[in-house]
């Protein structure tokens, strides 16, 4: 692992981007956790796109409450 800054962008299922964060610190081989709590997303599926220097991947994701 490698240390860099890992964008996330969160879109709804019609491609709204819901969330997206500005520069996110990733050091080595610690691990970060994001909170979304605060987004106040509905229940449903969402997208999930990981940025790093020239990695990107799309994940898709379900988020209950």
Do not use: R
Not at 11 to 25: A, C, R, T
Not at 30 to 45: C, W
Request: glycine share 8%.
């Amino acid at each position: 692992p490698k240390n860099g800054y890992v964008n996330i962008s969160i879109y709804d299922v019609l491609g709204k981007k819901v969330f997206s964060n500005e520069e996110y610190f990733k050091t080595g081989i610690n691990e970060k956790y994001l909170d979304f709590g605060f987004l106040n997303l509905s229940t449903g599926i969402y997208f999930v796109k990981i940025y790093f220097e020239d990695y990107t991947k799309l994940i898709k994701a379900v988020y209950l409450k």
